[in-house]
């Protein structure tokens, strides 16, 4: 059973920044793909970045790309997302995931971030921007 524990949200200013971590228990990072969701009131979650450790792989979604750094630490078994010129857009609450699938991000490439290829779940942690 992996258990997943986000931290790291809160209130900032638009334009600032704000790292998202992701600690990951009960397995091994090179043994899990981890995906990075948000979900806004009144709106479907959405997939943010991925990362395959395994193979290095990351995946951004258009939406955050070259704005947001998805990065893993093994020594640690933690998953971070570096979130920089923060929009009002971006506020939601923000979930890691895993899936039992190691290679998600190479095996699915566009669709790596399909939230039915996750297995478990954090309990999200909120971010607001402020315009």
């Known amino acids: 059973e992996v258990q997943l524990v986000e931290s790291g949200g809160g209130l900032v200013q638009a334009g600032g920044s704000l790292r998202l971590s992701c600690a990951a228990s009960g397995s091994a990072l090179d043994d899990i793909g981890i995906g990075w969701f948000r979900q806004a009131p009144g709106k479907e979650r959405e997939g943010v970045a991925g990362i395959s450790t395994s193979d290095e792989a990351t995946y951004y979604a258009d939406s955050v790309k070259h704005r947001f750094t998805i990065s893993a630490d093994s020594a640690t078994n933690t998953v971070y997302l570096q979130m920089n010129s923060l929009k009002p857009e971006d506020t939601a609450v923000y979930y890691c995931?895993?899936?039992?699938?190691?290679?998600?991000?190479?095996?699915?490439?566009?669709?790596?971030?399909?939230?039915?290829?996750?297995?478990?779940w954090g309990q999200g942690t909120q971010v607001f921007v402020s315009s």
């Open positions: 995931a895993a899936s039992r699938i190691p290679t998600i991000v190479v095996v699915y490439r566009l669709n790596n971030l399909d939230p039915d290829r996750y297995d478990y």
